[in-house]
């Protein structure tokens, strides 16, 4: 994956999580203005409901008028007794007075409660106006209370609050059309906060970059001049070096060597973050060069008495940067013989299929911790670094295959138990 492509992605994370605080907090204070309004409105209601419950006169319960008088919304005033009927009441539409009772014919309180209730109204007439079907939302009080006759009886008192129910729908559609202005508003506003948050951390990365391509640059020319030097010193006084002489010589060339690649990876990484790296795609038959690239190594596993087995198809013809899958095959190979111990075994296998072909790379080394598995393609990260320092490994090995496989779209995974082996496999699908 490209760099500015990291980029993009965590402009785009930073404008999602921008947005998403933004709409958060409108919708958290939607939230606290709705409870608020809702709490508001409840004790308003409730305070009334009971302020008419416990309303005597003469130690009676007060039945207020509620046909020809205004009592603030209040729909109905029902005095029940153990029996279920109504000794008193008043109701602000008595041709309702079937529905209201049926509403409340199965509540029988204990102490005073209070519940929301639906009521479909059907067409009536009250003083000469036409009242329209409309189900209208009830907020009823009950009680229990002492009648006249020393008997037990319930009084219920509803109140009208479909007004409030309308006012919470409006206030509802307007903070659903705020919402969606405030989305519009917090995408935008969050995109440019996230391209400003970005631009420092693309200017480090830029020098960084440039930086490490500068100073990779100017680091192989005189580490070639030094192996030269080494080469030059080692012929012309070779034959009067003593032991230790040339036990240091070697070293010497095994580290300049080492740096040199180091060098060499460093740089190629840089260019590939840049996207200076171009890829010659042909396409080729596979085999016969897998099956060179693999002979390439056979020298370096018979050191070491490790058994190379190359598993190949009778052809395979596919496209791709040559000297890119070159190095791709080296440096798992390279990897393979490396942490594999003497007697060991290491296997090619090339196989093909209708949509993709893959090439796994098996070994009976020392195996991968699960905890490293994930980390294994990061730069300069190694499993053992004092033995991947004696071996002359720097870290960049697999971030460079990594960058090989996606570059040809394609996708690497590893598989290793500890002191078993691993199992690199690269999948690759045809390229048009």
């Not at 039945?63 to 279920?84: A, C, K, Q, R, T």
């Not at 060597?257 to 973050?273: E, F, I, N, P, Q």
């Not at 290491?346 to 790379?361: E, P, R």
Request: aromatic share 10%; glycine share 6%.
């Amino acid at each position: 994956m490209k760099k500015a492509d990291v980029f993009v992605q965590t402009e785009r994370k930073l404008t999602f999580t921008y947005t998403w605080l933004i709409i958060l907090f409108l919708v958290l204070f939607s939230i606290i203005v709705s409870v608020f309004f809702g709490g508001m409105a409840y004790r308003e209601n409730r305070q009334l409901i009971r302020t008419t419950m416990y309303a005597t006169e003469n130690g009676s319960p007060l039945i207020p008028d509620l046909v020809s008088s205004d009592h603030e919304d209040l729909y109905f005033y029902y005095l029940v007794n153990g029996s279920g009927n109504v000794v008193g009441g008043s109701e602000v539409f008595p041709l309702n007075n079937s529905i209201n009772l049926e509403m409340i014919e199965e509540w029988h309180p204990n102490k005073e409660e209070f519940r929301l209730k639906w009521l479909s109204v059907p067409h009536s007439h009250h003083e000469g106006k036409t009242l329209i079907d409309r189900d209208r939302l009830l907020f009823v009080g009950a009680r229990p209370a002492i009648l006249q006759d020393g008997k037990k009886g319930t009084i219920y008192v509803a109140k009208d609050v479909t007004f409030y129910l309308d006012v919470f729908q409006n206030l509802l559609i307007v903070f659903l059309c705020i919402l969606v202005i405030f989305f519009i508003a917090a995408v935008w506003l969050s995109l440019t906060m996230s391209k400003k948050a970005m631009i420092p951390i693309q200017r480090s990365y830029r020098q960084q970059q440039q930086f490490l391509a500068d100073a990779s640059h100017e680091l192989r020319t005189p580490l070639s001049i030094m192996n030269t030097s080494l080469d030059v010193i080692e012929l012309e006084n070779g034959k009067d070096f003593t032991s230790y002489t040339k036990e240091v010589i070697v070293d010497m060339k095994e580290e300049v060597g080492r740096m040199s690649r180091m060098v060499h990876h460093l740089l190629l990484l840089a260019r590939s973050d840049s996207g200076s790296v171009e890829f010659e795609i042909v396409a080729f038959d596979l085999v016969p060069r897998m099956r060179q690239w693999v002979q390439a190594f056979e020298a370096i596993a018979n050191q070491k008495e490790i058994v190379l087995n190359a598993h190949l198809p009778r052809e395979l013809s596919i496209k791709g940067d040559i000297e890119r899958m070159k190095q791709l095959v080296y440096i798992l190979l390279d990897n393979a013989i490396k942490y594999t111990p003497k007697h060991g075994n290491v296997n090619v296998i090339v196989d093909q299929q209708s949509k993709q072909w893959s090439l796994a790379i098996q070994d009976t080394g020392v195996g991968i911790p699960i905890e490293d598995r994930r980390r294994i393609f990061d730069r300069f990260y190694r499993v053992e670094k004092h033995r991947s320092r004696d071996e002359g490994s720097a870290g960049l090995g697999l971030s460079i295959a990594k960058w090989i496989v996606e570059a040809h779209h394609g996708s690497i995974e590893v598989e290793s138990v500890v002191n078993q082996g691993s199992t690199f496999t690269v999948k690759f699908t045809y390229l048009e």
